[in-house]
Structure formats: structure tokens, C-alpha cells
């Protein structure tokens, strides 16, 4: 169990400590000149438990609120100090705050100096305390009169502490791990030492971890846990690492840093939190508000931007945290704002999502979004989540820290459908799925010409819209249950079969003839084909197109047009000119004469087969590539890829993916 202390300047918290612990917590010079705690001291016991408690002694003087709030986070109990002489006092009402903005409900009153005060006194602070008390979590506190000095008191709090640390539930130590560094020093023939609580998870010796938000690589040289060796630190415990590391220095780590496992490691400077004004507080909370941020011992300025209207003294609402710089934290972290003076606490409360937009902030969908994450059970807030939107998997266990099967069961618990890395609804992934075929049909009916819709196209159609991969993902889960067709680059429905309507069909049939005739090596061009039939160029070529998508064509030049078995048989010619020769490379000239063509239209069909990596070019030489020779079905086109509409025509000089550009050299032969 963790105890820290809390409450006035000079109400004897450290004299407390010593009194329990036999430690002087107070261990700077200027500390014990001055008789005041100026930084965090430690101290441990076993209160007769068998555990070791430790102990945060915190400052209590106004001006060193930030040094006590960097020891108030991760403790497990509050030990709130009130001297019996003074009373409450301003910084016991300012630290009453804190700790109620922080969430920590557990805790004991020690009402210090009693044997300064008669009963009548004690019981008059007593009433002050319970008063103060009231509209707090620790509301409930036992109030135990001691004296460090004549040790009244102080075996009825070292019980009612070591019956504290018995009902103190362990922390979750299976998740990654993040301690909160609070101090940094090098002792020598170690090297660099920090110390903090650890929040979550559990660390081992020769572990890997990150200074965040440095990034910082280090390696776990020892760990004391607890104030004691050990092999390994816990969740709950405060443990000083000694770490190594060749950007691992005392100045490379300050307090404020957070060392975790690396895949924890992703700043942030701009966060989505619920924020509750104090009643104190003299002014609204308002756009760009200046204040302190602390969270855990991190501190550093902040500008706040209410995602509502602006929150006035004693309410609470949904904020924007702009940071000056990043910090490493988690959902759920707790925070305190503090004025840029530091001279008041403004508020506090809980972040929400680390990934915060700087535009549309307020929108309907982002203040949902919000609304669905302020649940601190991870289960509960994944299911809200959902209902408003897809959730990235590995970014909301990062971002809670949790660990896989905390994230898988979290999944399970709420029924989730993952794909691609995303987690939807069951109620959206249908919605998506019957929304795909829908899409799809709609397009089919639309366009009856075109063998499928684009996938891209159709993934910025649907709602939700997925990411790239997860779409990926969907499509290939959609097929694979036969629901849709990948077809390359498109997407179709199982039995849409692009046909020509019955006028293009007519058309086509008038200019097959000459396409499979004893010409259908040099075969007419667009323009023969328009001033032959008296047809415009553009519906010609608008048919001839139509007929390349379906495979019965392909355009080997500028507007020439070739038939598809006629290709096939030019392959099966390009595969007998080459085996005649000694090392399967041929010349143009032998192609040309082959095919009884001109010289310009042999070329360019070479230079087509050449960007189909059909052929392979050396200078002026050419040879079959085995690996491609039946692209164009030369055993019957319809086993071809080429119809294909995500498949390129080849006109221009683009390279083929995995092959040979028509300038390329083949790969040099292995011996």
C-alpha cells in the first residue's frame, strides 16, 4: 500500500512519518535548516502486516502545491494531517480538494499536537475536520488524535493503517507497464536511478522499456521494490530502477516522465478530459483558458478549451487540453489544473481520448464520441464506443493500457466483430455488409456496360467509412463468402456479367470480320473503321473500348484494335520465331516477317508484349518470358487476366508490376 500525506505547512506530517516509520523523511539540507518539506521524501514500514508500506511525505506550504501533487498520484490512501492547535487551515482545504479531485476516497485524519490541546479543543477541531470532510470522498475518514512527541495515538493509526493495507486490493499487474517517475539521481557504480509508483503492469530485470515522451530506449539493470531488491516491480509498489542505456543520463530524465513498455510509447499534446470547476473558482472556465496541468508528477502549462459552453465555478463538462509540449499519460489518467500563477487550484478530473482533433471539436459526432469513452470500465466504454463509431483495436489497448487478453476479453464481452485490426458493432457490420450489396446492385442497374464498381469509390460511399486495410479486409471476408467478386480493382455481385446492348452488339459484328480476316495482323484502324461504316470515330472506338473490357479485344496501338485470339496466336508465333533460334532472343525483322506486316506495326506489337512483360527486351533483341507467355490465354483467351478492367491495356510506357518495362534488361543468369 501506498500512504500519502496531506495538509498545512508546519501540522508535523513528516514528525507523523518518523513516528511510523523511524524514517526521517525530510533529507535535504535546506529541509532540516528550515524544519519544513521542500521535495518528497519516502519512507517504508511494516505495520505488523507483513507487507512494507510506503510512505509519501509531501510539502504543505502554498507555494509547493505542485511538489505535493507530484507524490499525490497513485497513492492507495490518503494520511491527511490536521494539527490540534490551528485547526483546518487553508492548504488542508486546498489538499482536501485535490485529493477529492483525484478520486481517492480511502483515507484517515490524524489530528497531530493533541497533547498541546485539552478534550474540549479536540473535540471543537474534531467538528472542523468532519465539516471540511463532508462534501468530500473522504467523508467517512476515521479522525484519530496522536502526538509524535509523547507517541499518543500512534498505535491506534499504525492499526487502523495496517487494517487500510489489509483491505487494499492489489493492483492489476498484467497489463504493460508505466511507472510515474518522480525522481532521477545517479549513484555511483550504478549509474542512473529513477524512482516512482508503477501504475499498471509489472516489470522484470533485463526488461526493455521507453522513456516517454522522450523515447528514450533503456534496459532494466536492478529494481528495488518496495524499498527492498527484488526481481521484479509491481503495479501499486513504488520502485526505484536502475536503468542503461546509451541516451540513459540523470538530465535525459526529469520528474514528469513516464518509462513503459514500448509499445505504450505515443505522446500526446492535445486531449479530450472531463473537467469539474471547483466552486472556488472566481471566473468561468472559458476558450483558451491558461492554467498548470498536473498529472501523476508530470506539470506543465495548458490552454483549455470548453467543448460547450464555458464551464462556470462548481459544474463540470467535456474540455479540450491544448499542452505546450507532449506528455506520455492514459485514458483514465486523473489531472488538477492549477492557475499560471499557481497560486489557486482551478479544477480537475479524468482524460478521455489522448487523440484529440484540433478542428471539429464540437461537432454532434465528436462530442458522442466523448460522451461513449467516460466509462472506466474498458469493456463498458468499448460498447458505447460502437455504438457510435468503428474502434481501432491496438490503439484503444495502448491508449488504456491494457494488455491483450484484457483487450480480447473486452471484445468478447461486448460481442464484437473485428476485421483488419477494427472493431465494429454487430449492428454495423451488417449494416455494412447489406449496405455493400445494395451499393453494388444500385451501380450494376446504373450502369449496365461496366464490369464492377471501384473499390475505392465504393469504400467512400459506405457508412461507416472504414480505413484502407480494415476495407481490405471486409472485401476479401465478403468474397470468401461469396457474397461479392474481387475483380481486380472493382467489385461486382456473383452473376453480373457485363454484355453489350444489342445496337453495340450489331456493330462489333460489322467490324469482327475484319479483325479475324487475312488482314487481322495489320487490321483498319478507328478511322478506317468510321469512314467505312459513316459511323462517328468516337462511337467506333467507344464499342471497340467496351469489347477490350470484356476480353474479346486488346488495343495494341493508338486506336488499333486487335482481336483476342488473333493476340493469342501472335504469342504462339513470338514462341515458335524465338524457339528457332540457339538462345530463344529474336529480332523484329523475324516477327515481321513472320506475321507478313509492316516494319511500324510489327514494332508496335512488339513494344505491346514487351509492357505485358509478355517479351523480354535486350537492345535489339527479344525473348519469350515463360512466366507470362499465356497472359492472353494462348491456350483459349477466356484463362486470360487481360479482359480484365483492372487490367492495363498497355498503351503509353507504364512498367508492369513484377516485370520488365520495354527498355529493361533481363536479371542476370545464376551459375
Not at 562 to 581: H, L, P, Q, S
Amino acid at each position: 500500500m501506498i500512504v500519502g500525506t496531506a495538509g498545512h505547512i508546519d501540522h508535523g506530517k513528516t514528525a507523523l512519518v518518523k513516528a511510523l516509520t523511524g524514517t526521517d523523511a525530510d533529507r535535504l539540507a535546506e529541509e532540516k535548516a528550515r524544519g519544513i518539506t521542500i521535495d518528497l521524501g519516502f519512507a517504508y514500514a511494516d505495520l505488523g502486516g507483513g507487507g512494507i508500506t510506503g510512505f509519501v511525505d509531501v510539502p504543505g506550504h502554498e507555494r509547493l502545491i505542485h511538489t505535493m501533487l507530484a507524490g499525490a498520484g497513485g497513492i492507495d490512501l490518503a494520511l491527511m494531517v490536521v494539527a490540534a492547535d490551528d485547526g483546518v487551515m487553508p492548504q488542508t482545504r486546498e489538499h482536501l480538494a485535490i485529493l477529492d479531485l483525484l478520486g481517492i476516497a480511502r483515507g484517515i485524519v490524524a489530528l497531530t499536537k493533541a497533547d498541546l490541546v485539552d478534550a474540549a479543543r479536540r473535540q471543537q477541531v474534531a467538528a472542523q475536520i468532519r465539516e471540511a470532510l463532508a462534501p468530500t470522498g473522504l467523508r467517512d475518514a476515521p479522525v484519530i488524535p496522536v502526538s509524535a512527541l509523547t507517541g499518543e495515538g500512534i498505535a491506534d493509526l499504525r492499526a487502523a493503517l495496517a487494517a487500510a493495507e489489509a483491505q487494499t486490493t492489489a493492483r492489476h499487474a498484467s497489463g504493460p507497464f508505466r511507472l510515474a517517475v518522480d525522481r532521477s539521481f545517479t549513484l555511483a557504480g550504478a549509474g542512473t536511478v529513477v524512482t516512482g509508483t508503477v501504475l499498471t503492469g509489472r516489470i522484470g530485470l533485463g526488461d526493455s522499456v521507453t522513456i516517454s515522451p522522450q523515447g528514450i530506449a533503456a534496459r532494466i539493470r536492478a529494481i528495488h521494490a518496495q524499498n527492498r531488491p527484488a526481481d521484479q516491480g509491481l503495479a501499486g509498489q513504488r520502485c526505484a530502477l536502475n536503468l542503461a542505456g546509451e541516451a540513459v543520463t540523470k538530465q535525459a530524465i526529469g520528474r514528469g516522465d513516464v518509462v513503459l513498455t514500448p509499445g505504450l510509447h505515443a505522446p500526446t499534446d492535445r486531449i479530450d478530459a472531463q473537467l469539474a470547476v471547483l466552486g472556488t473558482e472566481p471566473k468561468p472556465v472559458g476558450t483558451w483558458f491558461p492554467a498548470r496541468l498536473h498529472s501523476h508528477a508530470v506539470e506543465l502549462g495548458a490552454r483549455i478549451v470548453p467543448l460547450g459552453d464555458p464551464l462556470h465555478p462548481g459544474t463540470s463538462g467535456p474540455v479540450q487540453i491544448v499542452l505546450e509540449r507532449p506528455i506520455a499519460a492514459a485514458v483514465g489518467d486523473r489531472f488538477i489544473l492549477r492557475d499560471s500563477s499557481a497560486s489557486r487550484t482551478i479544477g480537475g478530473g479524468h482524460f478521455l481520448d489522448l487523440r484529440a482533433p484540433a478542428r471539429k471539436r464540437r461537432t454532434p459526432e465528436r462530442l458522442a464520441l466523448i460522451a461513449a469513452a467516460d466509462h472506466a470500465d474498458p469493456a463498458e466504454a468499448l460498447a458505447a464506443l460502437l455504438s457510435v463509431t468503428p474502434v481501432g483495436i491496438a490503439a484503444f489497448a495502448r491508449d488504456r493500457s491494457l494488455s491483450e487478453d484484457d483487450m480480447t476479453a473486452a471484445l468478447d464481452r461486448v460481442g464484437a466483430v473485428s476485421i483488419g485490426g477494427l472493431a465494429l458493432s454487430v449492428e454495423a457490420h451488417q449494416a455494412l455488409r447489406e449496405g455493400l450489396t445494395a451499393t453494388l446492385a444500385a451501380f450494376h442497374a446504373d450502369n449496365p456496360d461496366l464490369p464492377g464498381m471501384g473499390r475505392e469509390k465504393c469504400r467512400l460511399m459506405l457508412r461507416p467509412r472504414l480505413p484502407k486495410q480494415p476495407w481490405l479486409a471486409l472485401l476479401h471476408r465478403e468474397a470468401a463468402d461469396g457474397r461479392i467478386v474481387l475483380d481486380g480493382a472493382f467489385l461486382r455481385l456473383p452473376g453480373h456479367e457485363v454484355r453489350l446492348s444489342p445496337e453495340d452488339e450489331a456493330l462489333f459484328a460489322r467490324i469482327l470480320p475484319a479483325l479475324r480476316g487475312d488482314t487481322r495482323f495489320r487490321p483498319p484502324r478507328v478511322r478506317d473503321f468510321a469512314a467505312e461504316f459513316g459511323i462517328d470515330e468516337a462511337e467506333i472506338r467507344r464499342v471497340l473500348k467496351l469489347t477490350q473490357k470484356l476480353g474479346r479485344t486488346d488495343q495494341i496501338a493508338q486506336d488499333h484494335f486487335f482481336a483476342r485470339e488473333v493476340t493469342a496466336e501472335m504469342v504462339a508465333i513470338i514462341r515458335d520465331v524465338a524457339g528457332a533460334t540457339a538462345d530463344g532472343w529474336f529480332t523484329a525483322p523475324a516477327f515481321r516477317d513472320r506475321v507478313q506486316n509492316g516494319r511500324k506495326v510489327a514494332i508496335e506489337i512488339l513494344d505491346f508484349f514487351d509492357r505485358h512483360g509478355v517479351t523480354l527486351r535486350r537492345g535489339d533483341l527479344r525473348r519469350i518470358n515463360p512466366h507470362r507467355a499465356d497472359l492472353f490465354g494462348t491456350h483459349g483467351w477466356e484463362s486470360s487476366p487481360v479482359g480484365r478492367p483492372d487490367f492495363n491495356s498497355g498503351w503509353g510506357s507504364e512498367p508492369v508490376p513484377g516485370g520488365f518495362d520495354s527498355h529493361s534488361l533481363p536479371p542476370a543468369r545464376r551459375e
